[in-house]
Nanobody
Framework: QVQLVESGGGLVQAGGSLRLSCVVSGRTMSSYAMAWFRRAPGKEREFVAA????????YYADSVKGRFTFSRDNAKNTVYLQLNTLKPDDTAVYYCAAKRGLILSSVRIGDAYDYWGQGTQVTVSS
């Protein structure tokens, strides 16, 4: 059983930065596609970033491209999401997700992922 635990959220002013972490346990992360999604109040879950394996391309939502950076450290079984130049619209609960054997066409689809963390709250004040 794969377990994901996110951390690093908090309250930050617009223009600030945060670094989210997601620790994976139960399996070796290297064989899993990893992703970040978010859900803002009153809105549907939204894709943020994903990577199928180290060395492969990383995919970003247009709304975060150039501001957020996804990274993964397979030795630590941890993925990160660096959030820079934060905006109030980035306020959401951020979730880490994992899927083994994810096909490329599904990287942005939340329902394609098998494992989810509990989420970490990011609040950006104006």
């Amino acid at each position: 059983q794969v377990q994901l635990v996110e951390s690093g959220g908090g309250l930050v002013q617009a223009g600030g930065s945060l670094r989210l972490s997601c620790v994976v346990s139960g399996r070796t992360m290297s064989s899993y596609a990893m992703a970040w999604f978010r859900r803002a109040p009153g809105k549907e879950r939204e894709f943020v970033a994903a990577n199928r394996r180290s060395g492969d391309a990383t995919y970003y939502a247009d709304s975060v491209k150039g501001r957020f950076t996804f990274s993964r450290d397979n030795a630590k079984n941890t993925v990160y999401l660096q959030l820079n130049t934060l905006k109030p619209d980035d306020t959401a609960v951020y979730y880490c997700a994992a899927k083994r054997g994810l096909i490329l066409s599904s990287v942005r689809i939340g329902d394609a992922y098998d494992y989810w963390g509990q989420g970490t709250q990011v609040t950006v004040s104006s």
